[in-house]
């Protein structure tokens, strides 16, 4: 079961972690949630007023922001018209909090159950909704390695991160991105019926 998750009778899932592995998640985990950035507290915390806040109208400069937040009508063949903009831009505005808030708990649940493991390796055990939280963390952890590694749909030029020498800096990234990979299809195994 080293890292690769497996089913749990009712639901859920378990995987069994080292020290090592349990630090890296955390550490990337942390790091997900600092790119994400601070929730917007609206005043005085009101959940009403939360609700109807408005966000960004424009998209992400950071190329890791902006694969975590794509544009709704954006992509190849889409037109690039005033309207295709407009609209994009509005559908942003009222999704993007919302979508910023589901990423940050889904990555503060992958820090607090590492967290919950204490020193040492241990086996985590994730209930379903904590299962469908920690997918959410791994899918958005290699989302954002992905685009920093600038990894595309081209079979080709993803083959070539694949065989990196040992020397080249993105090595360690591409490893992390496979491991998470294996960790995230492992896990999408355990919730399939």
Request: glycine residues 10%; proline residues 7%; charged residues 25%.
């Amino acid at each position: 079961m080293a890292g690769h998750f497996e089913a749990l009778p009712g639901g859920g899932a378990a995987v069994a972690l080292d020290e090592v592995e349990i630090s890296i998640l955390r550490s990337l985990a942390v790091q997900l949630l600092e790119l994400i950035g601070p929730g917007e507290a609206a005043a005085d915390d009101d959940p009403l007023a939360a609700l109807f806040a408005d966000g960004p109208s424009s998209p992400p400069s950071d190329p890791a922001l902006a694969r975590l937040f794509p544009d709704a009508y954006g992509g190849p063949g889409a037109a690039d018209d005033e309207r295709t903009r407009a609209a994009a831009a509005e559908f942003r505005r009222f999704t993007e909090n919302d979508l910023r808030a589901r990423k940050r708990d889904d990555a503060l649940a992958m820090v607090r159950g590492l967290d919950a493991l204490g020193s040492g390796g241990a086996v985590l055990e994730l209930g379903p909704d904590s299962s469908r939280q920690w997918l959410g963390a791994l899918n958005d952890l290699r989302l954002a390695i992905g685009a920093r590694l600038e990894v595309s749909d081209d079979d080709e030029e993803a083959s070539e991160l694949y065989t990196l020498p040992d020397s080249d800096p993105r090595k360690p990234m591409v490893m992390a991105y496979l491991w998470l990979g294996g960790m995230q299809e492992s896990l999408i195994e355990t919730l399939m019926p």
